[in-house]
């Protein structure tokens, strides 16, 4: 499985950017996909997740603020994000997971200034 992501830039507090992975390779066995974050100086953290059914799960800091959605016919995982904060600066990773392993996208940086 090959991820690819893209979307990331400089934006203000409370502006928007969406965040697109697309997947390659053994895409069938995908289960679940997501975005995780690494914040400067800290480890990388879950920010949402969704799976293949269309359930989600996110982080209580983004909560209401970003919403994940997933088109299987394109094989891509997509992250809104509104109303952001400072705090959300990070490289924000794509990761997809099956039955066996994880596989991880390359980072796109995300800088919220204030």
């Known amino acids: 499985v090959q991820l690819q992501a893209s979307g990331g830039g400089l934006v203000q507090a409370g502006g928007s950017l969406r965040l697109s992975c697309a997947a390659s390779?053994?895409?069938?066995?995908?289960?679940?996909m997501g975005w995780y974050r690494q914040p400067p100086g800290n480890q990388r953290e879950l920010v949402a997740v969704?799976?293949?059914?269309?359930?989600?799960n996110y982080a209580d800091s983004v909560k209401g603020r970003f919403t994940i959605s997933r088109d299987n016919a394109k094989n891509t995982v997509y992250q809104q994000m509104n109303n952001l904060k400072p705090e959300d600066t990070a490289v924000y990773y794509c990761?997809?997971?099956?039955?066996?392993?994880?596989?991880w996208g390359q980072g796109t940086q995300v800088t919220v200034s204030s």
């Open positions: 390779g053994s895409i069938s066995s995908i289960n679940v």
């Open positions: 969704i799976n293949s059914g269309g359930n989600t």
């Open positions: 990761n997809a997971g099956t039955f066996c392993c994880d596989y």
